[in-house]
């Protein structure tokens, strides 16, 4: 069951690819990114989309969601190389560590969801224009993805609290 915050998260996280990659677009020859941008494709952006929707279904499968998403953000990269997705990506990437908390489940789910953060981390990074790589985005991608677990990991103990008081 979808409620209104799944659609506002994937509407935040789409707009923001929007955003990300019509700035990729207009950077092209910027000397103020550390790597300049390598593609200047509209392909761009629909291909980046498939990376923020399924955010939406985080409900009913987070495991899939966050499988589909690094495989898109995989895609994207390979196929065009140095543009800037931090400023989308890691958030998503907290997004979903949060996600994982509250929906994976078992132990077992967890620590796959949370591989699977890890991951797309590191592919939004290795190819990131405007912070040159991985070094930089780690300091910031990891610890924004253990603190979104932290919490979602929190709210979903407060609600299997309540469940079972009211049960």
Same mark, same amino acid.
Request: charged letters at 10%; aromatic letters at 6%; a positive charge.
């Given at each position: 069951?979808?409620?209104?915050?799944?659609? %506002?998260l994937? #509407?935040?996280? /789409?707009?923001g +690819? !929007?955003?990300l990659?019509v700035e990729?677009? @207009? *950077?092209?020859g910027?000397?103020?990114?550390?790597h300049p941008?390598?593609?200047?494709s509209?392909?761009?952006?629909?291909?980046f989309?498939?990376?923020?929707?399924?955010?939406?279904?985080r409900?009913?499968?987070?495991?899939?969601?966050i499988g589909?998403?690094?495989a898109?953000?995989?895609?994207h990269? %390979?196929?065009f #190389?140095?543009l /800037?997705?931090? +400023? !989308?990506?890691?958030?998503?990437a907290a997004? @979903? *560590?949060y996600?994982?908390?509250?929906?994976?489940?078992g132990?077992r789910?967890q620590a796959v969801?949370l591989?699977?953060?890890?991951?797309?981390i590191?592919?939004?990074?290795v190819?990131?224009?405007?912070?040159?790589?991985?070094?930089g985005?780690?300091?910031?991608?990891?610890?924004?993805?253990a603190?979104?677990y932290g919490?979602?990991?929190?709210v979903?103990?407060?609600v299997?609290?309540?469940?079972?008081?009211? *049960?």
């Open positions: 069951m979808r409620k209104t915050s799944d659609y %506002v994937a #509407g935040l996280f /789409t707009a +690819g !929007v955003l990659m990729n677009l @207009l *950077a092209d910027d000397s103020g990114l550390a941008v390598s593609s200047t509209w392909v761009i952006l629909p291909v989309l498939l990376a923020t929707v399924p955010i939406l279904w409900r009913r499968n987070i495991l899939a969601v589909v998403t690094v898109a953000m995989a895609l990269v %390979v196929a #190389g140095w /800037t997705r931090c +400023g !989308v990506g890691l958030p998503l997004a @979903l *560590a996600a994982v908390a509250r929906f994976a489940g132990a789910n969801g591989a699977g953060v890890a991951a797309l590191v592919v939004t990074l190819r990131d224009s405007s912070i040159g790589g991985l070094p985005g780690l300091e910031v991608g990891l610890p924004a993805a603190l979104f919490i979602g990991f929190a979903q103990n407060r299997a609290k309540k469940q079972l008081v009211t *049960a």
